[in-house]
């Protein structure tokens, strides 16, 4: 893009030699945009302008005033992390070169490549700053329509003449806005404690202010109050006050959120009223009748402006809890794919460090913390991928009684001592073809399910039965599994049943659920070749059945003996992948392994090796990469090269509509014994 806010333009600064036009042309041939700069404070004026990235040379800068830069650099905005990349001669680097070490700590998010620089080096680099400026330039976006929306909430409170306050739990800590503050007769500046609201409380009101909010407390519901307070100036007003319970993940209270108004107005009319109603009935008793009927209805459209303004927060609450899931939703397959990344780089480098270190019992405990936590960040992007359907499955013939049977004692302690859990399961059954990890999670999903539509106890059934699709099925013709659980709970409404599977729809209470559980059990469901059927009525319980396929193959046996493993031979292999971090790491363990690598950080540059002369056992390759995908490489490869075997490493399980090759792949991320075995299986 050229200059603006949204710039991705390359500025270079390298006033001696050759190394701006180099640069310059290199990163244009890339198919990205770059201008030159003679001097600092030109540099300034551009990236002011629009950028998405600097390239300064060592010398330019190594004596100059780079106070305007700094400046610049320390007032972006929150969003910003502008990045630049400094060329330094060789040696220059930040471990043996304090003067760029000061630079580094100086301009901040800073990238040093030494020259002599091979260009695909500088290529990736550029390609990596400007992904991560355009992260920065959604993230500005996400915070502006944040910002917007609070905008419009004040402006709503405002329109009401509505304070906000929220009560944080157990510590009492009060957080009012100046509207609420003006309600109790205090000013914006003034400091507004939950003890001075106490305080204020009028003595005859307290004891059932007290009480109204224990029991909001305790059960987790709402707090709905009008009472008298006392302001400072000792006279007295009237304050209503509707908060909402914000539960810990343990059911427990974290706060109460709600608004207040000031009703001393409404409160002095209805004293009014009633002192005119008395006197009336007093003075005209022929009068007291329709007085008594007049206040009913007063009364009766009291309590509809009250139900019809609950009625309406409810639905705003739910509709910002919907516009928030969908964004979570539009932006999981991404992140996890993002993260499986990072994952990747961090597991390998651990995995080639804990090789390495010397035999220090303290030093490995720390690397097998960091790698457990890795494994579980790994664990946590399965999930993310399960919801958005692209989780990578191993799907095998597994015996889905003895998995029953292995997961009864989890099973019983997440139901509780007041539901009975009771199995149905035939021997000698066909094995299911499946993911028994994604599996277990989809049956406790299932089980918790049912335990939370039967509040007052019940029993569950867990029953499997064969099952033979005939083409009238939702699945394809074949034989299928049933695994059916079936609770004796309150049941769904036609309405609710219609929409249980959808997305982000719960008929749980706010904050009890998400809505994703049978989301992402439907999801594993169609992606393993099967389906989720839900059958239910009012006051019938549920019944969800997991509709699995049988696998044609037998269920695979333990192997109670290690064997021994053969070493693999040393290969020749041509890796491909965009990002620095993984080529990296990947490229380190293939070495240690004891290949020869040739990497390469895009698919046309290794066509262009494919192509030559060059030695080649194995291609390994990632799939989603800019110009052309890992797939489209491997086609072409096969014109070139058809006996070359190719492992396509990848953090998505499915591959795009049409896709013809089936190739062997490995689910990012990866550890060195995993990427170990799998070559040595290719390359035997």
Known sequence: MRPGESSERAIVLAPTGRDASVATSLIREAGFIADICTELDALVREIVAGAGLAI??????????????????NEQPSWSDFPIVLLTRQGGGPERNPD??????????????????????????????????????QSRAILENLTESEGLLQTALRAGRLGALELHL?????????????????????????????????????????????????????????????????????????????????????????????????????????????????????????????????????VDLMKEVAARER?????????KMETIGQLTGGVAHDFNNLLMAVMG???????????????????????????????????????????????????????????IDLLERSLGPRVELRLDVPDQLPPARADSNQLELAILNLVINARDAMTDGGAIDIRIRDYKANGESVVQPGQYLELSVIDTGEGMSPETLKRAVEPFFSSKPLGKGTGLGLSMVHGLAEQLGGALQLSSALGTGTTATLVLPVATQSVEAEVSCPVARQAGRSAIILFVDDDPLIAMSTTEMLEDLGHRVIGVSSALHALDIIRSEQPIDLLVTDHVMPGMTGLELAAASRQLRPSLPILLATGYAELPEGAQLDLPRLAKPYHQDQLRDRLDQMLR
């Open 56 to 73: 300064i040379a060592n010398e330019a800068v190594k004596t100059a005033d780079l106070r305007g830069l700094v400046k610049w650099l």
């Open 100 to 137: 760029a070490m000061r630079l580094a700590l100086a301009l901040g998010n800073v990238t040093f490549i030494e020259r002599p620089f091979h260009p695909t080096t500088l290529v990736s680099v550029v390609g990596s700053a400007i992904r991560g400026r355009r992260r920065q330039y």
């Open 315 to 323: 639905v705003q609450d739910q509709l910002r809890q919907a516009q």
């Open 170 to 302: 157990p510590s009492l800590m009060l957080d009012a806005s100046n509207t609420c503050k003006l309600f109790f007769g205090r000013r914006p500046e003034q400091e507004f404690s939950y003890e001075d609201l106490l305080a204020s409380v009028h003595p005859d009101d307290r004891v059932r202010r007290q009480g109204v909010f224990d029991r909001a407390v305790t059960s987790g519901g709402d707090y709905s109050i009008e009472y008298r307070n006392i302001w400072p100036d000792g006279s007295q007003h009237w304050v209503e006050i509707r908060a909402r319970a914000v539960l810990r993940p343990d059911g427990r209270v974290r706060s109460m959120v709600g608004v207040c108004s000031d009703i001393t107005a409404r409160k002095i009319a209805e004293i009014e009223r009633e002192a005119l109603l008395a006197q009336l009935a007093t003075e005209r008793t022929a009068l007291a009748e329709l007085s008594a009927t007049l206040e009913q209805r007063v009364e009766q459209r009291t």
């Open 349 to 407: 480098n651990l995995d080639l460090l804990r090789k390495r270190i010397p035999d220090d019992p303290r030093l490995r405990r720390l690397i097998d913390g960091a790698l457990q936590g890795a494994e579980r960040g790994a664990s946590l992007t399965q999930r993310l991928l399960a919801f958005a359907r692209q989780q990578d499955l191993r799907a095998v013939a597994i015996d889905l009684g003895a998995l029953i049977r292995g997961t």
